[in-house]
């Protein structure tokens, strides 16, 4: 299935030449490019989650006191359990609602097609432009209020965005809306892949709609709720525009994540070193699931 | 999924080869309308914030003011739109971000084919650690870079440019893009290959003549992707630039969120200003652009 010249046993130091220098520049253009826009800054983060840096000065080692004053920095831990919150309320409501929709979107038929469109329409409006569009749904004067209003709940009426209670939860619905047609998308293609005549035996056996999902579907499903599963994950901990442009994680520092709070102590207070060291807590929390997902892939690459 | 039909076909063999006969003749009870009464409303408040939006986008300021956010429009007005593009900076913002997102879909999508050709048609020591490697930078958390990101950009001398602003996203990407493009590269025929080297085709020429154009599937896909990716792009563009003059849509958006603060119309007019160039590229490639979002998730 390759095309390359063929196989007879070399030793390891003839692959070197056979490979074309016009190829070996092919490749290393692109490495060499990565290498130093990324695994190259992502090094020096560690190092510098080791100082205290203003940006301007040299920046004077401190060892570990960093990651000791994110232990006892309130904001830190706010933005820490947020961002478990995060984790599971987003990821939760998104992988379930976008489950649930592509089961029931699974069949082609009248209007399915207009359903799945106006699922994954949001997705193609930015992160950050979600969030100005739920600014206008959540205003005190918006919409959300003013049907809650019409309906007689007046007493549910609240300020969503400006509610210390409340605001975060506004945040994620705002962002569970973007994502639940990206993780019906990938269940389509996952129910696509799956073997119906399993199913079909299953019901003639008597097995009800539940019971068939539960023991049919679901197992087939694996490789798609693994991937799922992990980009949900990274894509949590990366979570930075909707909320930077819903609240910019107020107030009061309730809504703020991980990525915001960092972000807030590189660009805004001018804390680099302290910045990195949160960087390298999200780095630490998210490189279990990188790992999973990398695996995934290159057991596909085989 | 067509598109980059190669890979998945070669990746799961065991899937394709059972599935194709058992979905075609797979018998269905009709239709109930409960499906639709579910998702009738479903569909509605999924799109209400679009609407709802619209509305707001196309009233007239003292509209807004004297009877709420939430009415329904008793006025119509482009005055939103035309405030938006001219005072609130949009239009220079757009072409900013289309400047930007052109660039770098174009450099990330020549770069990366040119690694995923060498790694997939070649026997390079170790590339299949190469290929993870190169994945895995995409995946880390932006985090982890921004501060070095920005410093870097200021050594180089290139802080506060859109060249940067291409530069990090060419960077960012380029490891996704090559791991994909491997995948259908791999896929290709090893034939057309022999065909092209007895005809005295050399690495150059075989990239150039056969496997760009069988690849564009799979590059429009990428392409489709990567747009939307780039153009709605946030946290690296705050990142790398400073100056509001050359801050890309969604920047540029916050800010005038800021600046119109009480002036809901201009607000909302720049946001579905800014919606509508992604909306667009996933009209037109709908197809390409869902099998782009399947792309490492295909069993």
Known sequence: MSAQPSTTPTRRRNRFARV????????????????????????????????????????????????????????????????????????????????????????????????????????????????LFWRVMYAPEGPINGTLGLLGLESLERQWLADPAVALWAVLIAAVWRQVGYIMVLYLAGLKGTDGTLE?????????????????????????NTVVFAVTVIDSLRTFDIVWAMTRGGPYNETQLLSTYMFQQAFTTGNLGYASAIAVVIFALAIGFIITYLARQARTED | MSALAPPATTGAPTAAGT??????????????????????????????????????????????????????????????????????????????SALVTACAVVLSLALSSFAAYALSRFDIPGRRTILLTMLAGNLLPPQILLVPVASITDAVGIADTLTALVIVQVGFGIGFYTFVLHGFMRGLPGEVFEAARLDGAGPGGIFWRIVLPLSRPSLAALAALATTWIFNDLIWAMTVLRSEAKFPITAALLNLQGGFASAWNVVAAGSLIAAVPTAIVFFLFQKQFVSGLLVGANK
Request: cysteine-free; hydrophobic content about 55%; glycine content about 10%.
């Open chain 2, 19 to 96: 599935r194709p006969a058992a979905r075609r003749r797979r018998p269905r009870p009709a239709r109930s309308p409960w499906l639709h009464v579910a998702m009738v409303p479903v569909t509605l408040l999924w799109l209400s914030p679009i609407v709802f939006v619209l509305f707001v986008a196309v009233r007239s300021y003292d509209d807004i003011a004297g009877r709420g956010l939430g009415a329904l429009p008793a006025s119509f007005s482009l005055d939103g739109f035309a405030t938006a593009l001219t005072e609130g900076g949009v239009l220079r913002s757009l072409g900013n």
């Open chain 1, 20 to 131: 074309p220098l016009l190829v070996w520049v092919f490749l290393l253009v692109p490495f060499v490019v990565e290498l130093f826009w990324v695994f190259w800054p992502a090094a020096n983060s560690f190092s510098l989650a080791l100082t205290r840096w203003d940006g301007i000065g040299l920046a004077e080692p401190v060892g570990l006191q960093n990651f000791r004053d994110l232990a006892a920095d309130p904001i830190f831990l706010t933005a820490l359990r947020n961002n478990v919150i995060w984790v599971l309320g987003f990821g939760g409501l998104s992988v379930v609602g976008g489950l649930v929709l592509a089961v029931t979107l699974n069949k082609p038929g009248p209007l399915v097609g207009l359903y799945r469109s106006a699922i994954y329409l949001p997705m193609v409006v930015s992160l950050a432009v979600s969030g």
């Open chain 1, 200 to 224: 079909e035996a299953a019901a003639v056996d008597g097995a009800n709609a539940w019971q068939r999902f539960w023991r049919i579907v679901m197992p087939q499903l694996r490789g798609v």
